[in-house]
């Protein structure tokens, strides 16, 4: 089952960015244990335009056997993050000290109570990790969840609430909390505002 997870997702489940499939490693127990039942429910993966939820839903349906599955999302969810080499682009993206200030005041007043002061993730309140997700694939979900690609089933309420969310947030504001997010793991070159 694991070398399933791999081929999408990366020999390190680190993400696979030209698969459009995100990282894995580290993420909690119960946001992988929710996400793959939503994927085999129908609840995630089933909107015409989410190609890549669907490809993660016809895999969903074949993990049949619980306690694998179990075992599986229990050592996902206890790797470390190592960022794929694969995936290091050549140039970083480059983020002023005030980009980084605003991202962080617009992450801290609307991301942080859910997510975590370091986008760290918090299950009491469902929510994923997000420091380790590729700035694309944040957009790609900020996009999807204002749209209704995602989060827009009547049975997904934190979907929902994520939808409503994302429409609150969007170009440059989502620009500089995503470069925030992304500053949490030294995805990105902080320069002097005066350069």
Known sequence: MLTVCKDCHGKNLSGQEMLNAPAIAGQSLLYLTRQIAKFRNGSRG????????????????????????LEVNQYISRLTFIEEVTNLNTTKATASISQLRLGSNYYQAKCGACHGGNAQGNDKMLAPRLNHLSPTYLLKQMANFSNATRGGGSDDKYGRQMA????????QELDNIIMFINSLTNKIIVSDDNE
């Not at 089933?46 to 599955?69: C, R, V, W, Y």
């Not at 409503?164 to 170009?171: E, L, N």
């Open 46 to 69: 089933k909107h015409k335009d989410d190609s890549t939820g669907q490809q993660m839903a016809s895999i969903a349906i074949t993990l049949n056997d619980p306690e694998s599955l």
């Open 164 to 171: 409503m969310m994302a429409k609150i947030s969007a170009g």
